[in-house]
T-cell receptor
Framework: DTGVSQDPRHKITKRGQNVTFRCDPI?????LYWYRQTLGQGPEFLTY????????KSRLLSDRFSAERPKGSFSTLEIQRTEQGDSAMYLC??????????????FGSGTQLSVL | ELKVEQNPLFLSMQEGKNYTIYCNYS?????LYWYRQDPGKSLESLFV?????AVKQEGRLMASLDTKARLSTLHITAAVHDLSATYFC????????????FGKGTHLIIQP
């Protein structure tokens, strides 16, 4: 399977605990995005990498959230001191934009986080 | 700040009927994307519209873009049950920064 993969698929944690999610993008894609989606809403942009550089972060991303893409391949998203409001589906997407072809994102299946 | 609004947010229709989903966006964006999401699944890209007047069709779905009106439409022709899903439109501000801004989605149910 050469699609975007995310691990774990589901995570249940207690408030105050730290959690880490992993995303493996499509191998030739140089851009990687993290989004958050809550029930009944569209995905909300969190952050974006071009290769290993984190180029943009949403103001939604509090200082409890940190993302890395150390070698420009897989990425991790860590949430420290989780709160109930962090409960959501965390989606990873990757792309390889080509001039004149826009930015078609390929999404992974997501990690569903539940904070109790 | 780029904002994207879809309507309707919920649509129940019968098989065989035609309908249109509308997507308005607030600031200049020449690129518009449509995605489909099935329950519990991730998003699947349907169409990428890159210029004013762009029209793309696949099967019973046709998408168009009017950048002057800041409007995109997704038209469903002779709907079938398999098209039941949530459809999202998304616009970008160009250059990858801020990613795509998504609408809230249109939850479409097609009944036999």
């Amino acid at each position: 399977d050469t699609g975007v993969s995310q691990d774990p698929r589901h995570k249940i944690t207690k408030r105050g605990q730290n959690v880490t999610f992993r995303c493996d993008p499509i191998s030739e894609h140089n851009r990687l995005y993290w989004y958050r989606q809550t029930l009944g809403q569209g995905p909300e942009f969190l952050t974006y990498f071009q290769n290993e550089a984190q180029l943009e972060k949403s103001r939604l991303l509090s200082d409890r959230f940190s993302a890395e893409r150390p070698k420009g391949s897989f990425s991790t998203l860590e949430i420290q001191r989780t709160e109930q409001g962090d409960s959501a589906m965390y989606l990873c997407a990757s792309s390889f934009p080509e001039p004149g072809w826009g930015e078609k994102l390929f999404f992974g299946s997501g990690t569903q986080l539940s904070v109790l | 700040e780029l904002k994207v609004e879809q309507n309707p947010l919920f649509l129940s229709m019968q098989e065989g009927k035609n309908y249109t989903i509308y997507c308005n966006y607030s600031t200049t964006s020449d690129r518009l994307y449509w995605y489909r999401q099935d329950p519990g699944k991730s998003l699947e890209s349907l169409f990428v519209l890159l210029s004013n007047g762009a029209v793309k069709q696949e099967g019973r779905l046709m998408a168009s873009l009017d950048t002057k009106a800041r409007l995109s439409t997704l038209h469903i022709t002779a709907a079938v049950h398999d098209l039941s899903a949530t459809y999202f439109c998304a616009a970008d501000s160009g250059g990858g920064a801020d990613g795509l801004t998504f609408g809230k989605g249109t939850h479409l149910i097609i009944q036999p």
